[in-house]
């Protein structure tokens, strides 16, 4: 026998946007952002969707590791070769900071 559960199913889980829409391929929800005054697609990637694969978040400039739930984003008006993958705590402070300069593979990281 196993033990009671004491909290309903979903309890404490965020709920996703009313305008955001799903989006089976990347496991997460869809929705726009207005963000430096253009209107931004933004993704949620679940950490599954993203194994075997790593980028480099422009917010922070370090990997997101293969495996780790992030955020995708681009600009409403430019192509898919714009989509820009973020740490999910980067994208929520991007109004906070600046952007970083992109360093080449081969340059000291500090």
């Known amino acids: 026998m196993s033990p009671r559960r004491n909290r309903p199913k979903g309890a404490g889980e965020s709920r996703p946007d009313r305008d955001a829409e799903p989006s ?3 496991g997460g929800f869809q929705r ?11 993704r949620h ?9 790593t980028y480099r978040c422009p917010g922070c400039d370090q990997e997101i590791p293969s495996g ?7 600009s409403a008006y430019s192509g ?3 989509r820009r993958h973020w740490h999910t705590g980067c994208w929520r402070a991007k109004d906070r900071r600046r952007l970083t ?8 990281r500090y």
Do not use: F, I, M, T
């Not at 005054?37 to 933004?42: A, K």
């Open 24 to 26: 089976g391929r990347y």
């Open 32 to 42: 726009s952002e207005d963000w430096r005054g253009e209107e931004w697609q933004v």
């Open 45 to 53: 990637v679940a950490g599954a969707s993203a194994a075997g694969k």
């Open 68 to 74: 780790l739930a992030h955020v995708v984003a681009w």
């Open 80 to 82: 898919v070769d714009e």
């Open 101 to 108: 300069e992109r360093r080449s593979r081969n340059a000291p």
